[in-house]
């Protein structure tokens, strides 16, 4: 009996033992597990990530310039480099003259007359006017009545006298400082002082940002109009602040128009309404509050794609061997693409180039699923769950591998919410997503952005009808 009691008790302890160490492994796969994610965070890179360049670390910038390689080439111009030169303005449009005649023959040293020649040499020299503030003064008079001897002030003339005390052009420089060149409020009142000898408190400062927010409202909605109805959108997302509260910023960017909006979130609920009733090819990455649009008439960016098969190439084993396949067919679609953006492939050559790309690298997404390879095998899964919106830019015209536009269209957005923390009201939400779809839209009209804005503003202190954005518009 002692010896089947100890049989037992022995038995009991081995089993204790055994859970303890089924305990310890799994206790150790799971720090295994969070170690290799962390690994995974530590080696993150603009070039294997969604991260931008400038989160990089010094050693990841040098070791990026290292592998960029130093160029053969001397710095400055090189030979046969088609120079540039100032140009010159217009006689029709310089302010003064100064001439200059030879007074002597210098063959013959005789006196010579100041006669205009056909062709003289000309050099400019462009300077600032002094900045000096106009000021007008409404002066409302009392005059004394002779007859009954009362006083009798004038009347406001709200047709003469204006509501602000800061005139459309101040308004559209106050705007575009703060709202395009993103200067701080204290330092554009500054600038202003120093420069122009124009005095502005933060509160006036705000007002007029305010005003000219207004004053742009309608030229705004028709570059939203314009870009619901392109044929193909860019679109991507980032975070923005307001009193620290994190909330979401959103870009749409056609070829002729782009638009900027902050939200709540990122959410789908939240983003479906923005792009109206859905027309055109969206181009974005693989985010999933967009898969209202359908996927046949979407176009997945393959920079981002390429970023992340450059984390997959960075593993060891079988999923390196995955990513570094992955890297070399993505390198034959982009020389594909770029011959034939260049012309250098017709469309019927670059088509029947690309199909057989194609079934090679959906085969190799469908084996590196099938491996079951941790972190490998679901992001190959969930690309090839964007399978139809792949290709598209092989079929579709005008569309683009990918969505470096909206990128660099969100970039000074992002440099601006890096500077200032994003906004501090609902107003400033408004007003920073406005003057920024003016000024982007602008641009792409080849308009200047100060006279556009300033005649915005002159149209809303007369009530009258903004000017638009489009020069065929109706």
Known sequence: ??????????????????????????????????????????????NNSNRPPSSDSPTDRAERAQRRGKSDRSRGGQPNHRGHRRELVPAAEVDDVVQLFPSHCEHCSAGLPAVEGADPIRFQLTELPAFEPHVTEYRRHSVKCPRCHKMTTAPHDATRIPTSPFGPRLMSFVGVLTGYYHLSRRKA???????????????????????VSDAVARP???????????????????????????????????????????????????LEPLFGQPHGVLVSDRATALTFWAMERRQICWAHLLR???????????????????????????????????????????RAWMTPLRQHVEALL???????????????????????????FVVED?????????????????????????????????????????????RKQNKNVIEF?????????DGATPPSLFPNAA
């Open 220 to 270: 705004v909605q028709e570059a939203w109009q314009r870009v619901v109805q392109g044929d193909v959108k860019h679109t991507d997302g980032t975070t923005w602040y307001q009193s620290g509260v994190t909330l979401s910023l959103w870009v749409i960017a056609t070829a002729v128009a782009t638009v900027f909006k902050v939200l709540a979130n990122g959410q789908k609920e939240t």
């Open 308 to 350: 992340k098969f450059v984390s997959f190439s960075e593993r060891d084993g079988p999923g390196g061997k995955f990513g570094r396949e992955l890297l070399d067919y993505t390198g034959i679609l982009f020389d594909y693409w770029h011959q034939y953006r260049n012309g250098e492939l017709s469309g019927e050559v670059f």
């Open 398 to 442: 005008g569309v683009e591998p990918t969505n470096n536009h909206a990128e660099r269209e969100l970039r000074a957005f992002v440099l601006w919410r890096k500077k200032s923390y994003g906004a501090q009201s609902e107003r400033g939400n408004r007003f920073a997503e406005r003057l920024m779809t003016i000024a982007h839209t602008a």
């Open 1 to 46: 009996m002692d010896t089947e009691r100890r049989i037992a008790e022995l038995e009991a302890l081995l089993a204790e033992k055994e859970r303890e160490n089924a305990e310890l492994r799994a206790r150790v796969a799971e720090l295994e597990k969070k170690v290799e994610a962390v690994l995974l965070e530590l080696g993150r890179r603009s």
């Open 366 to 392: 469908e084996r590196a699923v099938r491996s079951e390879i941790a972190h490998v095998a679901g992001s190959c899964a969930d690309i090839l769950e964007h399978r139809a919106a792949l290709w598209t």
């Open 189 to 211: 009142a500054s600038l202003l002082s120093d420069m122009m000898g124009v005095k502005l408190s933060l509160g006036a400062v705000s007002t007029v940002e305010k005003r």
């Open 453 to 461: 804005i300033t005649e915005c503003c002159v149209a809303y202190v």
